[in-house]
């Protein structure tokens, strides 16, 4: 340990370097841990709801690997060991479904040996299954089924992670601050020197030794704002969600990776996707109607009759990947992620990390954690994946019927307030108490809202509560925004019985509570 | 058994026109799958609350406003003269009916649930209108656990609006108070007067108007508010409620118990299916367990998109389920913004002739067939506030036409 770096454990020393972390998605929340642990003192800065950007706005896994085992067999081995360390640490947030491969009749048929040499390669432990089995156990797959490989995929919700992440840090002495913008940095001697951040009506400057860029798609707009560059390559994703859990195991196609080829088991739903499209802006979240035709005939191949399901909403994400110098057009981006140190472009004390994945969102904090602690030329050695977090209950794994059975348990019969994803007033009296919630951030903690109706009938129930704890409580402005928001998802489905919902709750927002569509909503709006 | 008309649905439509063909001596059979969309609908009778092409601005008179309407929105399709006429019909018989409606002619502003204020053209009795409010000190009574009856918002944009606005928090009378076992509640209670004098305490002293969640009974509702009047000294008035609507459950109620009075014969939980065609007249509608109704003429009032009357495909096409009429669609429904996806979603229907009839490829396609309501193309119910309005129009003058074709 050297005499500038910072002592391993608390107290944190008064001298210990300041790092200002950016983005409250997987990777900054990891990164604030990673370095807390390290001894570092650390202030998250997060410009909406922590986890409101690409960590949430994903296909819902925790991956094993196997979907990059032929591909980059190395990577697929990070995930795989990263997954591990994963559910060790968070296992309340994290649904053991397990994956599996099939190789359809149009699919290559040797890449399926190639698939499971690959795995085994990458230590993913995989097993050969008997196409008549998988029928049996997976009956809306398609029956044209040649062979199946189950491999160790699982879900993760990742509200639940990034809020474990940052209780643990603000246990640690670290400092969270959601609804805060990075504007832009004070430099001297080619040094970071202060960070300055907008939020809460007013604009403040954060001195800090140090920056840590973690602002996912957004890690490019972030790193102009002190003139550095990050060449990034975004690719929008577009995912369809629909109100049953056809397959209890999260399905890949077993061919070469491409799109619309993954269905995903996820709370009571599923997640079917994705499409990928190269975009400039990180913000764009707009689902076309030709990207829907294309997931729909992608996911007929897998679930014959799949159009006829209710499908009751479409959403898009944007993947941060690093554009290496000398990539050559047309090849895919390599997926593992990357530490850029700024100091040889000009920038001491400033670094960015991009690329990887939700899954190896700890892998790469530290990576990042070894850096600066390089930089600062201090010797403490990374704790995250040993350390318990403070939150850590030795629960078993989180299921999807867990809220059902917690209310049958305790017994507890009090009004429901969320039918679709029974939620009772007292899961949320608990959270209103706490104050400074609005609907977008209690749908995110509590699953209000996310269910086949989409609010429309919580969402007045909640204003309701929301109104009563604080009279100031803007209700007919946030029930117009909210459902505003929650529209743009539902009309990309309204065909069957969501044609009838989304009309339902034109009739609910429109006509009982007056309220009028708000058509200038932002792609940012559930964020803040 | 044969009969004269056969309805196809419960909605308002439907309802209105069985009245009125039962009122001309026709037999009439009714078959629905059960659900209504007046169980969802505030208080009152929307007529046309808002101007079409105008973003929205505020009507005063409706029937003014209705040349403003697209060419072929039904009301155009009927003209002002018969809106008129059956509006005004189905008013003077709330009576015989047993429905309270009030109304000036004019489109009065209404509290919505979230405090909003939307026009109305014929108030529900005792529903909460801003003229009533406003100047005055509102009690707000809401039950405990009643979670439909967000309470919370409606104190607060009342008092936005400068009307001086109390809740005052009831014990829950029935146990998991949800809006129906309230009505229930009130319904079956021997002495509702005991009970609102049991509260007249709880009244702040200056109060001009009691306010309560509208689930004041489902049958013995005037009774029910006229005892809360009495023993409460002042006017009482109810807001909506998040679904069930109790007030739309009245209306159905008692159109339902009316035709029924004059000899309807009603099939409710029957999804009707199949429906051969014969030269341009239909003879008999089967439902899915394979019974078959045979009738002179037949009203499709089965609620459009938001009821199962019409249904869409993951291509955006619409289809009409029963008959396979000719739908009037622009494209398929996959517009850029959400207003677009609903305006499309509402807009889409079946086009007729000026009597109601479908048109296939502009023709005729069958003589003794007469659509209604919202599975009727070119009209927009939030966006016009014109729900009630259209079904009766149309449900009255469906009826009409039917009689003048078995009449020959
Ligand atoms: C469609 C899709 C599906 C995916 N599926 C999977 C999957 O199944 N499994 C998996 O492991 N990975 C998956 N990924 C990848 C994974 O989602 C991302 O790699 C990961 O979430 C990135 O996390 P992050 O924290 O780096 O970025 P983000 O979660 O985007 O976090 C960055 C944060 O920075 C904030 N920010 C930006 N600018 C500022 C500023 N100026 N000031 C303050 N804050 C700012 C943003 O608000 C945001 O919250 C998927 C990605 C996509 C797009």
């Not at chain 1, 499908?311 to 895919?332: C, E, I, M, N, T």
């Amino acid at each position: 340990m050297s005499s500038q770096g910072p002592s391993k454990g608390a107290p944190r020393r008064v001298s210990a370097p300041r790092v200002a972390v950016i983005g409250g998605g997987a990777t900054g929340c990891a990164v604030a841990r990673d370095l807390l642990l390290r001894g570092f003192r650390v202030t998250l800065i997060e410009f909406g709801d922590l986890g409101s950007g690409t960590s949430s706005r994903f296909h819902g896994m925790l991956q094993s690997g196997g979907r990059y085992a032929v591909s980059d067999t190395d990577y697929a081995a990070e995930c795989m060991r990263e997954r591990q360390i994963v559910a060790g640490l968070v296992p309340h947030v994290v649904e053991p479904t397990g994956g599996l491969f099939v190789s359809l009749q149009e699919d290559p048929p040797a890449f399926a040996d190639e698939f499971r040499a690959s795995c085994e390669a990458a230590e993913i432990p995989v097993e050969e299954l008997d196409p008549e089995t998988v029928r049996r156990d997976e009956p809306h797959l398609s029956p044209t089924i040649r062979r199946a490989f189950a491999v160790p995929d699982a879900t993760i919700n990742p509200w639940g992670l990034v809020t474990a992440l940052c209780d643990d840090a603000r246990a640690l002495g670290g400092e969270i601050l959601t609804r805060h913008q990075v504007t832009g940095f004070e430099l001297a001697g080619g040094r970071i020197r202060a960070v300055r951040v907008a939020g809460g009506g007013s604009e403040r400057t954060l001195e800090a030794d140090c920056v840590v860029n973690a602002a996912g798609p957004w890690a490019a707009r972030v790193a102009f704002l002190a003139d550095q560059t990050v060449d990034l390559e975004l690719t929008k994703g577009s995912i369809l969600v629909f109100a049953h859990r056809f397959v209890s195991k999260a399905i890949n196609r077993c061919r070469p990776s491409t799109s619309h080829d993954i269905m995903v088991p996820t709370g009571t739903v599923s997640l079917f996707g994705t499409t990928s499209e190269v975009v400039d802006d990180p913000d764009t979240t707009r689902v076309n109607p030709e990207e829907i035709q294309s997931l729909l005939e992608g996911g007929e191949a897998m679930i014959p009759g799949l159009r006829s399901y209710r499908a009751f909403r479409a959403w898009a994400g944007v993947r941060p990947l690093l554009k290496p110098a000398d990539w050559s057009q047309g090849k895919p981006l390599p997926r593992r992620h990357k530490v850029i140190n700024h100091a040889p472009l000009g920038l001491s004390g400033f670094f960015t990390v991009c690329g990887g994945s939700l899954t190896t969102h700890r892998a790469m904090a530290e990576d990042l954690g070894n850096q600066v602690c390089h930089h600062f030329r201090a010797i403490a050695p990374c704790r995250t994946a040993t350390t318990p977090l403070a939150s850590h209950r030795n629960t078993s794994h989180w299921r999807p019927a867990e809220s059902f059975e917690s209310i049958e348990a305790e017994n507890r019969r009090d009004s429901g307030i969320c039918e679709c994803e029974s939620v009772s007033q007292s899961d949320l009296d608990a959270l209103i108490s706490e104050g400074g919630y609005g609907l977008h951030d209690l749908r995110r903690r509590l699953r209000i809202g996310f269910g086949p109706c989409q609010g429309t009938f919580c969402a007045g129930r909640v204003a309701g509560l929301l109104a009563e704890a604080d009279p100031g409580f803007p209700a007919e402005e946030a029930l117009a925004r909210f459902w505003s928001e929650r529209l743009k998802g539902m009309t990309r489905t309204a065909w069957g019985d969501q044609a009838r919902q989304v009309l339902l709750s034109d009739l609910v927002f429109r006509e009982v509570m007056g309220l009028r569509l708000r058509p200038e909503i932002l792609p940012s709006e559930d964020r803040r | 058994m044969k009969t004269d008309a056969l309805i196809l649905g419960s909605e308002l439509d439907g309802l209105v026109a069985a009245l009125r063909l039962l009122e001309q001596g026709k037999s009439v059979r009714l078959i629905a799958t059960g659900g209504s969309s007046l169980h969802y609908a505030p208080d009152g009778l929307h007529l046309l609350g808002y101007e079409p092409g105008t973003g929205g601005a505020v009507v005063q008179n409706p029937y003014e406003a209705v040349d403003a309407l697209p060419e072929r929105h039904p009301y155009r399709l009927l003209g002002k003269a018969r809106v008129r006429a059956a509006v005004d019909g189905f008013f003077e018989r709330r009576q015989e009916l047993g429905i309270e409606l009030s109304s000036n002619g004019r489109n009065m502003l209404a509290v919505s649930l979230a405090g909003q204020a939307v026009p109305v053209f014929a108030t529900g009795l005792h529903q909460a209108i801003f003229a009533d409010l406003e100047g005055g000190a509102v009690a707000v009574f809401c039950y405990d656990g009643h979670r439909d009856f967000p309470s919370g918002i409606t104190i607060a944009e009342l008092r936005r609006r400068q009307i001086d606005a109390h809740l005052l928090r009831l014990e829950d009378p029935c146990g998991s108070p949800d809006s129906m076992r309230l009505a229930r509640f009130f319904d079956s209670h021997d002495d509702t007067t005991a009970y609102f004098r049991s509260i007249r305490d709880r009244l702040p002293e200056n109060s001009t108007c009691a306010l309560f969640p509208a689930i004041l009974g489902l049958d013995r509702h005037g009774e029910i508010m006229a005892a809360a009047e009495q023993a409460l000294g002042l006017p009482c008035r109810e807001l909506p409620t998040l679904p069930p609507s109790i007030p739309g459950m009245r209306l159905d109620r008692c159109l339902t118990k009316r035709i029924q009075k004059l000899g309807a014969l009603l099939h409710l939980g029957a999804q009707a299916i199949g429906a051969p065609a014969n030269n341009g007249r239909c003879d008999a509608v089967s439902d899915e367990t394979g019974r078959r109704f045979e009738a002179e003429t037949f009203v499709i009032a089965t609620g459009g998109v938001l009821m199962g009357g019409l249904e869409v495909d993951s291509y955006g096409l619409a289809r009409e389920p029963v008959f396979g009429l000719e739908v009037s669609q622009s494209g398929p429904l996959e517009a850029d913004n959400p207003e677009e996806v609903l305006d499309a979603l509402h807009v889409v229907g079946i086009e007729t002739d000026d009597r109601l009839r479908p048109l296939a490829g502009g023709q005729l396609a069958y003589e003794n067939l007469f659509v209604t309501g919202r599975t009727l193309g070119h009209w927009n119910p939030p966006k016009e506030s014109s729900v009630e309005g259209v079904a009766i129009a149309t449900g009255w003058a469906a009826a009409d036409q039917a009689c003048a074709y078995m009449e020959g």
